[in-house]
């Protein structure tokens, strides 16, 4: 089982960046998937933003616009950590942030189909 930690969130102006991290506990982080989520206020569903696999650190996004060419994901086998970074932080950003981690083939965007969750961190983007 791993134990997953984020950070990095804040409260910041619009244009800024933030640069999340998800900490595992589990030294066999390289085998997991990791995927970026956001819950924004008075959502029910938390949202996909995209994932790196594990065997190649492949990187997946949300085809939308929402978060195209401003978010990257990353991860560091070595520091057993996954980062997101959001650049051009927009109001729109404003939500939880949560990473997930889950040892499987290819890159899921459902939330379902991850056991391992972090505690999420908030993001705040003022106008």
């Known amino acids: 089982q791993v134990r997953l930690v984020e950070s990095g969130g804040g409260l910041v102006q619009a244009g800024d960046s933030l640069r999340l991290s998800c900490a595992a506990s589990d030294g066999a982080f390289s085998n997991y998937n990791v995927a970026w989520f956001r819950q924004a206020p008075g959502e029910e569903e938390r949202e996909w933003i995209g994932g790196i696999t594990w065997m190649n650190s492949r990187t997946y996004y949300v085809d939308s616009d929402s978060v195209k060419g401003r978010f990257t994901i990353s991860r560091d086998n070595s520091k057993s950590t996954a980062f997101l970074q959001m650049n051009s932080l927009e109001p729109e950003d404003t939500a939880v942030y949560y990473c997930?981690?889950?040892?499987?083939?290819?890159?899921?965007?459902?939330?379902?189909?991850?056991?391992?969750w972090g505690q999420g961190t908030q993001v705040t983007v003022s106008s």
């Open positions: 997930a981690a889950e040892q499987t083939i290819g890159m899921s965007d459902n939330y379902h189909s991850y056991r391992y």
